[in-house]
């Protein structure tokens, strides 16, 4: 079956860097766009960063655009994503998501699969 397995998260401190992986297994990797998404409690799951297929396209939200960085190693079956100048708001449970769908796609209604999540916080 279809496993997106996500690593990389911690606690960090404001200023600081991470850099989450997700390993996919049980799909044609390059079949996919893979998007990055976080969420906190009691919010809608959110946007962050999407790499289409042969890892030539990105989408950013907005408030990430400089900060953060999305690759994809395709041999591996991996997508990466660097996060880079951390902020207090940007703790969540980060999680990746493989779409077969259009480009972007920057919906969580997108997304076939889901990975479990993996939590950052950020400490002032």
């Known amino acids: 079956q279809v496993q997106l397995v996500e690593s990389g998260g911690g606690m960090v401190q404001a200023g600081g860097s991470l850099r989450l992986s997700c390993a996919a297994s049980?799909?044609?990797?390059?079949?996919?766009?893979m998007g990055w998404f976080r969420q906190t409690p009691g919010k809608e799951r959110e946007f962050v960063a999407a790499?289409?297929?042969?890892?030539?396209?990105?989408s950013y939200a907005d408030s990430m655009k400089g900060r953060f960085t999305i690759s994809r190693d395709n041999p591996k079956n991996t997508v990466y994503l660097q996060m880079n100048s951390l902020k207090p708001e940007d703790t969540a449970a980060y999680f990746c998501?493989?779409?077969?769908?259009?480009?972007?796609?920057?919906?969580?209604?997108?997304?076939?699969?889901w990975g479990q999540g993996t939590q950052v916080s950020v400490s002032l």
């Open positions: 998501a493989a779409s077969s769908r259009w480009w972007p796609a920057r919906s969580p209604n997108d997304y076939d699969y």
């Open positions: 790499i289409g297929r042969s890892g030539g396209s990105t």
């Open positions: 049980g799909l044609t990797f390059t079949f996919y766009s």
